[in-house]
């Protein structure tokens, strides 16, 4: 996105006011800068109201607030996408009240990917610590994504865990894409950032608020094809991290505990109101699987329009032709006929973890890649030719 369209999405996110009457704005105008230029008629027609019209037209002066959020999106590996961008996670525009953009320090490729949330206390159980660690491990394994919400606890430990076996996650803020919070985790939210993502709908700069963290909770809940709650009041945020999954359609699991732990009483009343009761990870993975095909088939449709991160197809690559792009080669090519680690894909291709987890899940859709335990291999029918996909072709 060029610095001018940039400032226009800035423009229309610093102006407030419903969210809803925005994204209808850049819908009829495809583009923020057509957007901006349409007018307070236009702008009155997707639904605004007078004040947030002058909030709009408000914006056209200098703000400091603008030029931070440029000065970061200037630096490597820092995105914004807007409602109108094609690479808007295809799972969240589907879900209750999306926000109108994104900031997105590393890989906002991996917003595509199929993940489970897991969330919980702020203050667990050493029991409940060890099941977050043990379930979002275990969920990583099979390729999966772990998101959370970089909060203390059990979101920690999700976090941590699936960074340790090599896996994708996925951190969303409650403040500003540049503020973790708590501060005590802002080595993880680097490391977040190197490895996998980390989302928030705030600019650089925009300190947390209470008000914030619900807010967030429903971009957690959207990006997921499920979410486990481990452990949690009866009275939490996770809660509302259920709730909101549940009205988006998607599946809900709790994880039970002793009858005598306070912070097992809202994973019962999940299960007492629907939510899935489970023992172990593999039963969260099998559920979800059906979500994670339509989410297939809504990559394999994004496979044909122009990527702004790394990691997904070049622009206008089509499900016959994307793997003659280099990298993907390359990837081919370092995929050997046992099954081979994320750390020694790494290794061979010279690609950092991120690319490389964006490409198997294409190469994975395509039918081209098996995954098991967070291994990959050649399909089996693909074994015996050692040539890359596309090799021999037509040019």
Same mark, same amino acid.
């Given at each position: 996105?060029?610095?001018?369209?940039?400032?226009?999405?800035?423009?229309?996110?610093?102006?407030?006011?419903?969210?809803?009457?925005?994204?209808?704005? &850049? =819908?009829?105008?495809?583009?923020?800068?057509?957007?901006?230029?349409?007018?307070?008629?236009?702008?009155?027609?997707?639904?605004?109201? =007078?004040?947030?019209?002058?909030?709009?037209?408000?914006?056209?002066?200098?703000?400091?607030?603008?030029?931070?959020?440029?000065?970061?999106?200037?630096?490597? !590996?820092?995105?914004?996408?807007?409602? #109108?961008?094609?690479?808007?996670?295809?799972?969240?525009?589907?879900?209750?009240?999306?926000?109108?953009?994104?900031?997105?320090?590393?890989?906002?490729?991996?917003?595509?990917?199929?993940?489970?949330?897991?969330?919980?206390?702020?203050?667990?159980?050493?029991? !409940?610590?060890?099941?977050?660690?043990?379930?979002?491990?275990?969920?990583?394994?099979?390729?999966?994504?772990?998101?959370?919400?970089?909060?203390?606890?059990?979101?920690?430990?999700?976090?941590?865990?699936?960074?340790?076996?090599?896996?994708?996650?996925? *951190?969303?803020?409650? $403040?500003?894409? %540049?503020?973790?919070?708590?501060?005590?985790?802002?080595?993880?939210?680097?490391?977040?950032?190197?490895?996998?993502?980390?989302?928030?709908?705030?600019?650089?700069?925009?300190?947390?608020?209470?008000?914030?963290?619900? *807010?967030?909770?429903?971009?957690?809940?959207?990006?997921?094809?499920?979410?486990?709650?481990?452990?949690?009041?009866?009275? $939490?945020?996770? &809660?509302?991290?259920?709730?909101?999954? $549940?009205?988006?359609?998607?599946?809900?699991?709790?994880?039970?505990?002793?009858?005598?732990?306070?912070?097992?009483?809202?994973?019962?009343?999940?299960?007492? %109101?629907?939510?899935?009761?489970?023992?172990?990870?593999?039963?969260?993975?099998?559920?979800?699987?059906?979500?994670?095909? =339509?989410?297939?088939?809504?990559?394999?449709?994004?496979?044909?329009?122009?990527? $702004?991160?790394? !990691?997904?197809?070049?622009?206008? *690559?089509?499900?016959?032709?994307?793997?003659?792009?280099?990298?993907?080669?390359?990837?081919?090519?370092?995929?050997? #006929?046992?099954?081979?680690?994320? %750390?020694?894909?790494?290794?061979?291709? !010279? &690609?950092?973890?991120? =690319?490389?987890?964006?490409?198997?899940?294409?190469?994975?859709?395509?039918?081209?890649?098996?995954?098991?335990?967070?291994?990959?291999?050649?399909?089996?029918? %693909?074994? *015996?030719?050692?040539?890359?996909?596309?090799?021999?072709?037509?040019?």
């Amino acid at each position: 996105m060029t610095e001018t369209r940039h400032d226009a999405l800035l423009r229309l996110i610093e102006a407030g006011g419903s969210s809803a009457a925005r994204r209808t704005l &850049l =819908e009829a105008c495809r583009d923020p800068a057509t957007a901006l230029g349409a007018g307070p008629r236009a702008w009155r027609e997707a639904g605004c109201e =007078e004040v947030q019209v002058r909030a709009i037209a408000d914006t056209a002066r200098p703000s400091a607030n603008r030029d931070l959020a440029h000065a970061w999106l200037a630096e490597p !590996g820092h995105h914004l996408l807007g409602w #109108h961008d094609p690479d808007y996670p295809a799972l969240l525009r589907r879900a209750a009240n999306p926000p109108l953009a994104l900031f997105v320090a590393g890989d906002p490729g991996l917003l595509w990917h199929p993940a489970v949330a897991v969330v919980g206390s702020r203050s667990p159980t050493a029991g !409940g610590r060890d099941n977050a660690r043990d379930f979002a491990r275990a969920i990583a394994a099979t390729g999966l994504g772990v998101t959370s919400g970089l909060a203390a606890g059990i979101d920690t430990a999700a976090h941590e865990a699936a960074l340790a076996v090599g896996g994708i996650t996925v *951190a969303v803020l409650g $403040s500003g894409i %540049d503020v973790p919070y708590p501060r005590a985790n802002a080595g993880l939210h680097a490391r977040i950032a190197e490895r996998g993502a980390v989302v928030s709908e705030y600019p650089p700069g925009t300190p947390s608020q209470r008000g914030f963290f619900p *807010a967030r909770n429903r971009i957690i809940a959207g990006l997921a094809l499920g979410v486990l709650v481990v452990e949690a009041a009866e009275r $939490s945020g996770a &809660l509302i991290t259920a709730r909101l999954a $549940s009205d988006a359609g998607r599946d809900v699991f709790a994880v039970p505990g002793s009858i005598h732990n306070p912070m097992a009483r809202g994973c019962h009343r999940l299960i007492r %109101d629907g939510a899935g009761l489970v023992e172990a990870a593999s039963e969260v993975t099998a559920a979800v699987a059906p979500l994670a095909a =339509e989410l297939g088939d809504a990559l394999r449709q994004r496979l044909a329009a122009p990527s $702004s991160g790394p !990691g997904t197809p070049p622009a206008g *690559a089509t499900r016959a032709d994307v793997m003659d792009d280099p990298d993907y080669n390359r990837l081919w090519q370092a995929l050997g #006929h046992d099954p081979t680690g994320m %750390d020694r894909l790494v290794e061979r291709t !010279g &690609l950092t973890t991120a =690319e490389l987890s964006s490409m198997l899940l294409v190469m994975e859709l395509e039918g081209r890649v098996a995954v098991a335990h967070g291994r990959y291999a050649r399909r089996r029918h %693909d074994t *015996a030719n050692t040539a890359p996909p596309g090799a021999g072709r037509g040019k």
